[in-house]
C-alpha cells in the first residue's frame, strides 16, 4: 500500500498525469485543488480511503442465536420444533354373523344379510404409513354332533349377489374424515377354512405401505361393493343352529 501527502506531492502528482492527457476517476481526483480532497490518505487497490479510517468489505455478520438480548438493527435465528406423537391401529368389526336359510333339497349359498355386518372400519393412526392387513379364522360351524365341512363352506368377498364375484369390497373415508384410501392386493373370494381348534387366520383386506392412514371404512351397506359373508350348506345339511368362533385382527404391515 503506498501512502501519500497531498498537501505535499499533488503537484508533481498533477503535472505528472496531465502530460498523459488520459486519466482514471482516481486519477481525476488527485488533479482537484488540496481543498477539494483528504489531505492525508492512501492509495489501496485504486481506491481513495481516509488514512487511519476503518476500511469497509462486503458480507454479513454471523447470525447470532435469539435466547439472549440483540441490539436494534441486527438479528438472530432460532428453531421451530413440532413433535407428533403416534396413535393406535385399531378394527370395529361386527359383533356376529348371522345367515339364515331353509332347506329346500338343493345346496344353498347363502350371505350375511344384516346391513350392519356388511363393512368394517379400519382406523391407522400411527402415522408411520406402514400399511397393515385384517385376518380372519373361524372354527368349524357346529350344530350338536352336527357340522359343515371344515373347507369350502365359509367365504368373503365384495358382493351380496354372489358367492363367486372376484370383487373386492369398496374402500372409503370414514364420513367427515380424511384418510388415504388403500391400495388391496388380496384376491377374492377369500376362502376361510375353519378348524375344530386354532383355525389358521387369513387375510381378508390389506394395504400397501403408504395408504390406508387415516379411517377407513371397507364395504358397507350404502357402498358399490359391500362385504359379502357367505357360507355354502350341502343339501342334506342337518336342520338346527350351527355356530362358529369368528376372530377378526388388524396387524401392521402389508
Not at 115 to 130: H, L, P, Q
Not at 173 to 184: G, H, L, R
Not at 210 to 232: K, R, Y
Request: some cysteine.
Amino acid at each position: 500500500m503506498g501512502l501519500f501527502n497531498f498537501h505535499g506531492v499533488v503537484r508533481d502528482r498533477r503535472q505528472a498525469l496531465t502530460s498523459r492527457g488520459n486519466f482514471t476517476a482516481v486519477q481525476k481526483l488527485a488533479l482537484r485543488k488540496p481543498r477539494h480532497v483528504i489531505a492525508v490518505g492512501a492509495l489501496l487497490a485504486g481506491v481513495l480511503v481516509p488514512l487511519g479510517g476503518i476500511v469497509a468489505t462486503s458480507g454479513q455478520a454471523g447470525a447470532t442465536s435469539c435466547g439472549s438480548p440483540v441490539n436494534a438493527g441486527l438479528s438472530c435465528t432460532s428453531t421451530g420444533t413440532l413433535n407428533l406423537t403416534g396413535g393406535s391401529l385399531s378394527l370395529t368389526s361386527p359383533s356376529s354373523l348371522t345367515w339364515g336359510g331353509t332347506i329346500s333339497g338343493l345346496n344353498l349359498s347363502l350371505y350375511d344379510s344384516v346391513a350392519g355386518d356388511e363393512g368394517y372400519v379400519v382406523s391407522d393412526d400411527t402415522g408411520t404409513g406402514a400399511g397393515w392387513h385384517v385376518t380372519l379364522s373361524a372354527t368349524t360351524f357346529t350344530n350338536g354332533s352336527h357340522t359343515l365341512a371344515n373347507a369350502g363352506t365359509f367365504s368373503t368377498n365384495g358382493s351380496i349377489t354372489s358367492a363367486t364375484a372376484n370383487t373386492a369390497p369398496t374402500a372409503a373415508c370414514v364420513a367427515s374424515s380424511i384418510c388415504s384410501v388403500p391400495t388391496n392386493s388380496t384376491t377374492y373370494p377369500v376362502a376361510v377354512t375353519t378348524a375344530t381348534s386354532s383355525p389358521t387366520p387369513v387375510t381378508v383386506y390389506d394395504t400397501a405401505a403408504a395408504t390406508g392412514m387415516g379411517a377407513v371404512q371397507i364395504g358397507g351397506s350404502s357402498a358399490a361393493n359391500p362385504v359379502g359373508w357367505w357360507l355354502n350348506v350341502p343339501a342334506l345339511a342337518y336342520a338346527g343352529s350351527y355356530t362358529s368362533t369368528l376372530t377378526f385382527s388388524v396387524i401392521s404391515a402389508p
